[in-house]
C-alpha cells in the first residue's frame, strides 16, 4: 500500500470514529417537581450544569423548571414511562405509592443533613433509593440534601406544644402528619406554591415548607408574624434526580459514573449552599421583624418519643419502610460509637432515645 493511501485510510477511519461519537451522543429532557419561583430548583440545575460539562460528548440534558413541561404532581409518571428521561423530586411526594418513600425524603426528629450524607455515601442509603425506585423502573441518584427546616411560620404565635393543639398546620409527609395528630394539631396538605396564600388568608394557623433561605425567598417574611423553631417536623431533607431505566442502560458505564460523579459533588455542594442560604434567610426574617420562638427541652423530648413510636408503627404496616428505618436506626447505633466519643466535634446528633431496632426488625420479617 502507498504511504499515501495509508494516509487516506487512517483519516477515514478517524472520521469514522469521530461520526460514531457525534451520532451516539444522547438528549435528555429533564424537568422537576420544583418551579423557577422556588429556589430548590437550583439544585436540580447544579446537576445538570455538572453533567452537561462532564459528559457532554455522549449526554446533554435540556432541563425545564417544574410546572413548564406538566404539573409536579405527573413528573413520576412521566419518567416511568419514558415520556422523559428525567425528573428531580423530593422523595416524600411518592409515599401513596410506597411508604418507604416518606424516610426516603425525609424523617421527623431523627436525621440531620450529615446523618443522610454518612448514611447514603458509606452505610447502604445509596443501595436503598435504588431499591425502591428500582420497583418502578427508575434508577435514583439523590444529589441534594438540607439540613433541618425552619419550622412553622404563621400569624399565631406557637411558643409550645401546647400551643399547637387544635391548630391547622400545613405540614408535608406521612410520619411528620402523624406526629402532629398525636400533639393536637390537624395536618393541611398544600402545594408548596400555596403555603403563602394558605398563611395570608388566614386557610391555616402556621405552615412549613422550607429551610429558611427558601422560605424567604417564596415570601414568607411577608405574610408571617411568628416563626416556631427547631424544624422538628424535618429533621433533614433529601432532594435527587429519578431517571428512566431504559434511558439509563442505554449510557455507556462511564456516562452513567459520571452522573453518579456529578450527583455526589452536587450533594456535598448543596448542603453548604443550603446552609450558607440558611443564615442569609434568618437574618431577613429578622429584620423583617418576624419574632422566632424556640421549644423547650422538655418538648423536644416529647416530639422525640413520639416520632419513635409513630416510626414503629409505620414500619409494621409495610416492609419496605420497616427496612429503610431499619437501615438508619443501625447506622445512628454503629455510628455512636465514634460519634458519642467525640463531643462536640462530631458531626451528627446525639441521642439517647432511639425507636427500637429490634421492634423494627420484627416488623421486616412479617
Known sequence: MRPQHAIILTGFALLTCFGASAQAQQSWTM???????????????????LVNKLAGDELQIEFRAGGTLMPGT???????????????????????????????????????????????????????????????????????????????????????????????????????????????????????????????????????????????????????????????HQSATVFGVMINKDAWDALSEETQEKLEIAAD???AWSLAWSERQSTEGTIKFQEAGVEISTYGAEDMARIQEITNEVIVRGACEHPDHAKVYHSMISYLQHYANWRDISVPYNMSRTMDNLPSLDELESCMNQ
Not at 424537568?31 to 450544569?49: F, L, Y
Not at 418507604?100 to 443522610?116: E, M, Q, R, V
Request: net charge negative; aromatic share 12%.
Open 74 to 232: 405527573e413528573v413520576f409518571d412521566a419518567t416511568e414511562t419514558g415520556s422523559i428521561e428525567a425528573a428531580g423530586d423530593w422523595p416524600g411526594y411518592w409515599a401513596g405509592l410506597n411508604p418507604a418513600f416518606s424516610p426516603l425524603a425525609s424523617t421527623p426528629s431523627l436525621f440531620n443533613a450529615l446523618d443522610y450524607l454518612n448514611w447514603i455515601q458509606q452505610w447502604g442509603g445509596r443501595e436503598l433509593y435504588r431499591e425502591i425506585y428500582g420497583q418502578f423502573g427508575l434508577v435514583y441518584l439523590p444529589y441534594g440534601v438540607l439540613n433541618n427546616e425552619s419550622g412553622f411560620m404563621g400569624r399565631t404565635p406557637i411558643e409550645s406544644l401546647a400551643d399547637l393543639d387544635g391548630k391547622r398546620l400545613r405540614i408535608a409527609g406521612r410520619d411528620q402528619g402523624r406526629v402532629m395528630e398525636q400533639l393536637g394539631g390537624s395536618q393541611v396538605t398544600l402545594a408548596g406554591g400555596e403555603v403563602y396564600q394558605a398563611i395570608e388568608r388566614g386557610v391555616v394557623d402556621a405552615a412549613e415548607f422550607s429551610a429558611p433561605g427558601i422560605d424567604y425567598s417564596v415570601g414568607l417574611a411577608e405574610v408571617a408574624d411568628y416563626w416556631a423553631t427547631p424544624g422538628w
Open 265 to 267: 459533588a452536587t450533594l
Open 31 to 49: 424537568t422537576s417537581t420544583w418551579p423557577d419561583s422556588i429556589d430548590a430548583v437550583k439544585i436540580d440545575q447544579h446537576w445538570v450544569e
